[in-house]
């Protein structure tokens, strides 16, 4: 059996945020067993499983995605958009904009101190929306 929904999420200002109980809200009763898909439907964000405890793990992330994808290099042709959107198109590609989570027993076998992030990359991005589908 298989199902799908639409995950609307709402506009975050750029960083990591820990959204692993906004979709398990969203998603509704899970099968006993099974896969759930997450696909992010955006090129300048991407979605990553990681660290839900301290909170500075996610400052950490932001930082250290700064010193490596700079804004403003003079290599970039693709710059139309903003200073953010090549290095947030490049974030994106080294992350990656899918998840896949096992489901054991009617819930995400998530580690215990594992969540799901949305890592947005661009400065004044609108909401993002995720295709969740479910297969039992």
Known sequence: MTRQIYIRLPAYRRGFHLITDLIVRQLGP?????????????????????ENADPGVRFDLERWFERLVVERDPLYTHTLE???????????????????????????????????????????AGSRQIVATIIS
């Open 82 to 124: 903003g200073d953010d959107d090549m290095p947030a198109h490049i974030k994106t590609a080294i992350i990656g904009h899918s998840l896949s989570i096992p489901v054991v027993g009617g819930k995400l076998a998530l580690g215990i101190w594992q969540g799901v992030y949305l890592c947005e990359f661009r400065n004044h």
């Open 30 to 50: 899970l099968p006993e067993a099974g896969l759930l898909h997450l696909f992010l439907q955006h090129t300048s964000a991407a979605l990553t499983i990681n």
